[in-house]
C-alpha cells in the first residue's frame, strides 16, 4: 500500500511541474504524509504526527476547492437561478 502512495506522490509532482498548479502541491503532502504514516509500526509516535498531517492536507485541500469557484460554474450557477425565478 506505500507504495501506491509514493507512486501517487510522484505522479502529483510531475504534474504540479507541468502545470504549476499549486493546488497540486497540497495533494502532493497529503500522499506523502499517508506514504511515510503507513510505513511506520503502530508504536511509533511519528505514525501518528504524519496521519495527522495527512488530514490537516486533506482539510485543506477540501477548503481550497470550496472556496474558489471557476467563472464558468459562477455564470452557469446565474443562469440557473434566473430559470427557477
Known sequence: MVGAYVAATVVT????LRFRDR???VLVFLF???AQA???EWYDF??????TGACA?????VLMLGLWIPPFLADWYRQAA???G
Open 13 to 16: 509532482l510531475v504534474q504540479y
Open 23 to 25: 493546488r497540486l502541491l
Open 32 to 34: 506523502a504524509f499517508q
Open 38 to 40: 503507513l510505513a511506520r
Open 46 to 51: 511519528r505514525k501518528d504526527v504524519f496521519q
Open 57 to 61: 492536507m486533506a482539510l485543506l485541500l
Open 82 to 84: 434566473r430559470l427557477i
